[in-house]
């Protein structure tokens, strides 16, 4: 995004979530495909029984990412909640391990990077309320 914004490029050919604030720098194309975005939570945690709305209550923490969708959907969807933000240099893989670690208590996903986490640490992840994902990017 800076790139766009300073004019080194004028374009990027790469599947980007869209959001308000990208909005505001670049226009979209048609979408080729829609990526879902779950929450996950540790497979030995039973305070939410599958209840998205759980997520926002003071005794939560969310692993979000400086300025990424998590952050954003944490923000706007579950306000009451507590951050463990990381700054935009961190390996994304990290947010997951503040779950893991129990540094935090959800993260927000999309299956696919959730499964690729799976396969090289530890499954103990599990989507909360599987049938309903948090948000739906075109990408």
């Not at 996950?40 to 945690?45: L, M, S």
């Not at 129990?102 to 640490?121: E, L, S």
């Not at 909360?128 to 990017?137: E, V």
Request: proline share 6%; glycine share 2%.
């Amino acid at each position: 995004m800076e790139g766009l914004a300073t004019n080194r490029y004028d374009l990027i050919v790469t599947p980007l979530w869209t959001n308000e604030n990208r909005a505001k720098i670049v226009s979209f194309s048609k979408p080729l495909w829609f990526n879902p975005v779950f929450a996950y939570i540790r497979k030995d945690d039973t305070r939410f029984k599958d209840r998205i709305e759980r997520i926002n209550a003071s005794d939560i923490i969310v692993s979000t990412m400086d300025g990424e969708a998590g952050q954003v959907i944490a923000n706007s969807d579950f306000p009451k909640s507590k951050r463990l933000d990381l700054p935009q240099t961190s390996d994304p893989a990290q947010l997951l391990l503040n779950v893991v670690t129990h540094k935090a208590d959800v993260v927000f996903c999309d299956p696919v990077y959730a499964c690729f986490f799976k396969r090289h640490n530890s499954d103990h992840l599990k989507v909360l309320a599987p049938k309903h994902p948090i948000r739906l990017y075109s990408a």
